[in-house]
């Protein structure tokens, strides 16, 4: 489960830099940015505990 969490922070990190170099499409970016912290963050956190 971590290992996914990772990937799709990945994921929506990469998304966010293509959306606000490349395309304005507002707060969608910014959302997408706020989600893949929230999985980095979860994923130290629990990366820890283990």
Known sequence: ???LL???AVIF???WLIG???YNIGGIIH???VIALIS???RV???KQL
Do not use: R
């Open 31 to 33: 959302i997408l940015l």
């Open 13 to 15: 990190l990469i998304l």
């Open 40 to 42: 980095i963050i979860l």
């Open 20 to 22: 606000f170099v490349g």
């Open 1 to 3: 489960m971590g290992n």
């Open 6 to 8: 990772y990937k799709i």
């Open 45 to 47: 956190i629990k990366g």
